[in-house]
């Protein structure tokens, strides 16, 4: 398979996981603007993230069985199709239901993106060069959500706020027909008509809908409500559940083997709480730049730009140096870097100047340019080639759930500290500052725990022993 046009697949897989990604985070800079035009609180506001994030994660599990029966050019097509379907119904939207159903329609297409490209790019790259190969992809799946704010702000400032959605639909379209062109090479692949798990998807579903539900749910009505109570309650007992019927499966939803692998479950737990960090982080962006320092959606978008072009910048680096000298002292470094920028953008309020501004963005940009491209190389790495689109599927999983939890606790945290100053007295203006300041120590915080599982991670990436690639070379 000497003609296989390595270059256009990995083409094919930036642009269909960078459109997914721009859209986890272009809505960010738009939510003031939405929450105005809906009449709509904050909490309510937020689900137009957490849904998309919350069903992002519920068909993640699904990627190796449908990989499976479908193959990964029915999949990959069939998952580009319906996120640009999605992104039409968004921008045609007269209220908040129906943005939020259409958001629903969009990440189902959108959650199977990004595992099943990390899938493809192990069956199609050798293992020596995955790393390099990684850090070229993780400029679409990490540089989308970074310049989403970007391009959000300045679309929904000069065209208003669908004009985020509309975009999509060239760029889904080009994506569709390179793949027919590209991607033909995956027609091949044998397909297994495996059993599903339809029990294990079911409780795995109820458990990540209850948790989510429930923390976000908990800012409006309480953490110790009943009803909060109830909701993390059948998640717990969901999951529970869950464990023990894919344990004794021979073909789970979920291979829970993988967690017995020492080196992936590092690779896990850095990835969940860093997304917690950062998802969190990015929720409360738009309203320190805009409703506390007063910058336009224009203006707040352009000085995320800094975070943006230090992603591009260092992640190809970042992916070579994992290659050759493995993942865990850069990711060390990524994660340092990231929580020195929340330290600053804890330090921001409408006095601080366009030069404070700059600079945290620019610390953030280095530190998830050195992070991405390293983890995901040494998750791959840690598992066989077999275990591959599991065990994709279960990192780009914990990514999302802990996005999800990361913005539904932050909001919470902000909240409460909000109507704690309020309270005492305190302008609204102030509290609003305090409250934002509270939630990225909270962010920080995190990211300082995470250095602990970055320490154990492979301090070599392992080349797999059956073989480099899937195809050969």
Known sequence: MRDINRTGILIV????????GIDSSIVNISLPVMSKQFNCTLDEIEW???????????????????KNRIGFFNLYIGAISLFTIGSLLCALSTNLDSLL???????????AMAPTSMAIISYIFPARVRGTVLGWWGLGNLIGPAMGPTLGGILTEKFGWP???????????LTVVMAFKYLDVLRKQPKLKLPFDLTGFVALTIFLVCLQFGIAKAEAVGITSPEILVTLTIALIAFAFFIWIDSHKKSPIIDLHLFTNYSFVSCILVTISRAAALFGGLFLMPFLLQEQMGFSEG??????????????????????????????????????????SMYLFSLLDKGSSLTAVITA??????GMGLLLAPLNAATLSAVRPSEVTMASSVSTLMQQVGGAIGIAVLAIVTQATYNKHVLAGVSNLTAHH????????ISLIILVVTLIPAWFLPRKNVVLKDGESHIDT
């Open 48 to 66: 137009v993230i957490t849904v998309y994030m919350l069903s992002f994660s519920v068909l993640m599990p699904l990627t190796s069985w449908l």
């Open 163 to 173: 004009s985020i959605f509309y975009i999509n639909l060239p760029i889904g379209i």
């Open 434 to 441: 305090f409250a934002l300041k509270e939630g990225f120590q």
């Open 299 to 340: 203006v707040s978008g352009l000085l995320i730009l800094p975070n943006s072009v230090c992603m591009a910048a260092l992640m190809p680096f970042a992916g070579r140096w994992s290659d050759k000298h493995g993942s865990r002292q850069i990711s060390l470094l990524g994660i340092a870097l990231l929580a020195a």
């Open 101 to 111: 159903t259409a958001r629903v329609i969009q990440a189902l297409g959108g959650g």
């Open 361 to 366: 963005m620019t610390v953030r940009g280095l």
């Open 13 to 20: 897989v930036i642009m269909g996981t960078t459109m997914a």
